[in-house]
């Protein structure tokens, strides 16, 4: 009969467990204080806020800064068109790297090399911004949804991290007993690759999901009509608008009044500029860490 023996630890091992929890905790507090920081303002009040008397909970709580935000009808346009880029920009990124990748995970696929060559080669080199706007001029799709959606339809790092998984995880043998059965190569993608995908289609997910919420560049160059604005260009012109010139105050008070409501206003809209994202991460992050360690292996 077998018994477990109790191995006991060493007072360096103790003292070296004691400081890697310590160093741990060190960065939990650096990382987070700024985002309980910004909640906290958020829901502070604007004197609260100008005066510097928040630091971890909020101090006269007020809704003022959401009511601002939210009293503009612009949020609704941009939260709506920045779902709806997400949406579909998310379905048209994965389902074109999915149908890249999984091709050149295939060694039996001809001139994949070549092809993950040209691919390759996009990572590195780049025409500038002006060949970049001249192209999308060309397909006729400025000052529209499409411009939003299809310049950045496909990531090249995101095919290679999910050519590695297909590689790494969707055995030979499976496809080889799938085509003794009849089924065909889009149907075994469909009915057997992508149930075992989860892990990578998650971090394809939330790598795009994230690029199309955050997408700035892309629409102030590309968009003219305010109805199109995402939601990040809504912000910014939101701030912009909120400056206030200095010279032009002549009541003390009242630019003091103005500028808390400012500075308030940027708590705010971080918070709700970063709420989406946060409200998806949970709903993927079981798979993130596993998708993306197995599709960073070298394939």
């Not at 780049?126 to 799709?141: D, E, H, M, Q």
Request: some cysteine; aromatic content about 14%; proline content about 5%.
């Amino acid at each position: 009969m077998n018994k477990s023996i109790a191995i006991r630890e060493s007072f360096g091992d103790k003292f070296f467990l004691f400081l890697v929890y310590a160093f741990l905790i060190v960065v939990l507090i650096i990382v987070l204080y700024p985002l309980i920081y910004i909640v906290s303002s958020s829901f502070s009040s604007p004197r609260a806020v100008i005066s510097g008397k928040v630091w971890l909970f909020p101090v006269e709580p007020s809704l003022a800064g959401y009511r601002a935000i939210f009293n503009n009808p612009q949020i609704l346009t941009g939260y709506a068109n920045s779902l709806f880029y997400t949406f579909f920009g998310v379905l048209i990124n994965v389902t074109m790297t999915v149908m890249l990748a999984y091709p050149l995970s295939k060694s039996t696929f001809y001139g994949r090399g070549f092809i993950m060559l040209l691919l390759v080669i996009t990572m590195m080199f780049s025409g500038g911004l002006i060949p970049y706007y001249l192209t999308v001029k060309s397909l006729g799709i400025l000052d529209t949804r499409w411009a939003m959606l299809l310049p950045g339809a496909l990531a090249v790092w995101q095919v290679i991290i999910a050519r590695t998984f297909f590689q790494s995880t969707i055995p030979k043998e499976l496809g080889e007993a799938a085509e003794l059965d009849g089924c065909t190569d889009l149907g075994f993608l469909w009915r057997i690759v992508l149930p075992l995908s989860k892990p990578i289609l998650a971090v394809l997910v939330l790598m795009y999901a994230v690029g199309h919420w955050n997408a700035y560049f892309d629409a102030l160059i590309f968009l003219k009509s305010q109805e199109l604005y995402p939601l990040q260009i809504i912000l910014r012109n939101i701030l912009i608008l909120n400056s206030i010139d200095a010279s032009m105050m002549v009541d003390a008070n009242q630019m003091a009044a103005m500028q808390g409501l400012r500075d308030l206003l940027k708590f705010s809209l971080i918070v709700v500029a970063t709420l989406p994202v946060l409200a998806l991460y949970p709903f993927v992050q079981k798979y993130f860490v596993q998708g993306i360690m197995i599709g960073s292996l070298k394939g």
